[in-house]
């Protein structure tokens, strides 16, 4: 496996339900992120982890929980979501936070859909 | 205030056309870093490139081109003879002093037709 992964790549789920989506990066990266991205709406930032430790958390409702147990992977925790929660998510990692370093490498994203 | 601004939504144009995606964006810091990213129909942001704001030079990358505009605040992308593979979402970026914090814009489709 190369550059950002993500699974599952589509998930629906209800409104009761309790799910996870993953993110792996092999790129050797030290910061990773989480993104949501709605229909005709900037992509929005929503977490963001630089070696294990969150520097970002963007006022993101607690129904979303990240956990980053390593600096390659980083998961999303979902329970009890919206229909207005149905997005895109993508991760991203970037080699650091600042400095030159800093561009990010997109994963392909999992398309969800609460019911 | 949003920090990046794509004013163009969508963009159709024909094959071999060039096409300019507009970008202007907003920041009060001296150092940051301006981005372009392409999405495709698959879903995936791919960088194209990064600036900083010390290098005003404009960059050219096979059929790829930038300006770099300071005096106006603006980073615009140029595709010169567009491919109908060119049809993507273009997204422009901006990271800040604090680089914890990206902004995208919102946007622009751009549509190559046969």
């Known amino acids: 496996e190369t550059g950002v992964t993500q699974t599952p790549r589509h998930l629906v789920m209800g409104m009761t339900n309790k799910k996870s989506l993953k993110c792996e990066q092999h790129l050797g990266h030290n910061a990773m992120y989480w993104y949501k991205q709605s229909a005709k709406k900037p992509l929005e930032l929503m977490f963001v982890y630089n070696f294990k430790e969150q520097t970002e958390n963007n006022s993101v409702p607690s129904r979303f929980s990240p956990e980053c147990p390593n600096s390659s992977h980083l998961f999303l925790h979902l329970h009890t979501l919206q229909p207005e929660d149905s997005a895109l998510y993508l991760c991203a990692s970037s080699q650091d936070l600042g400095g030159v370093g800093n561009e990010q490498f997109f994963g392909p994203g999992t398309r969800l859909t609460v019911l | 205030a949003q920090k990046v601004t794509q004013a163009q939504t969508e963009i159709s144009v024909v094959e071999k056309e060039d096409v300019t995606l507009d970008c202007v964006y907003e920041?009060?810091?001296?150092?940051?870093?301006l981005f372009w990213y392409k999405q495709p129909p698959s879903g995936e942001l791919v960088f194209l490139i990064r600036r900083n704001s010390f290098d005003e030079q404009n960059e050219i990358s096979g059929r790829y081109s930038w300006n770099f505009q300071k005096s106006t605040s603006s980073f615009n992308f140029t595709i010169t003879a567009s491919q109908v593979v060119d049809s993507a979402v273009y997204f422009c970026?901006?990271?800040?002093?604090?680089?914890?914090?990206?902004?995208f814009g919102s946007g622009t489709k751009l549509n190559v037709k046969p």
């Open positions: 970026a901006l990271s800040e002093h604090n680089f914890n914090k990206f902004y």
């Open positions: 920041t009060r810091d001296t150092t940051y870093y």
